[in-house]
């Protein structure tokens, strides 16, 4: 009976530890979404920056008052959050989230386009232009 329980709980711990694994493993950017990869600003200040290993990190300035921040930003998160995970979800949405801790679903509206020598694009109805 012993070696059963004992079985039992390695067999849990195996278990528990790959859940733990394989919810913070990073998979990289899509090629198709490739135009993400890269530093986008908001009109306020908010920075989101999408790396082509499937990680990002947020710079963002915490003031509830500020649409951007509204529609953008994690209200949970402090300043500054690295080792987001970045996860496309369809060509609509797309997650950036610390995983057991905060995150945020991206509504895209525009994808991402030039204009005028810039790449734009369009997230939670909030204009963001990708740095050079």
């Keep these: ?17 790959f859940l733990v694994v394989s919810c913070n493993s990073n998979t990289p950017i899509p090629k198709e ?12 200040g908010i920075v989101i920056t999408i790396m082509e290993n499937g990680t990002a ?17 994690i209200a949970a998160g402090p300043n500054f959050i690295n080792d987001l995970q970045v996860k496309f979800k369809d060509d609509k949405n797309f997650s950036i989230t610390k995983p057991h801790y905060y995150g945020k679903v991206y509504g895209v509206g525009i ?8 790449y ?8 963001l232009i990708k740095d050079k």
């Excluded at 947020?58 to 008052?65: A, D, P, R, S």
């Design 33 to 44: 979404k490739m135009s993400y990869v890269g530093t986008w600003r908001s009109d306020s």
């Design 57 to 73: 990190s947020l710079k963002q300035n915490i003031n509830h008052e500020i649409l951007d921040f509204k529609n953008l930003g």
């Design 1 to 17: 009976m012993k070696s059963i329980a004992n079985s039992l709980i390695c067999a849990m711990g195996v278990f528990f530890l």
């Design 111 to 118: 994808q991402p386009y030039m204009e005028d020598g810039q």
């Design 120 to 127: 734009k694009m369009l997230l939670n109805g909030m204009p």
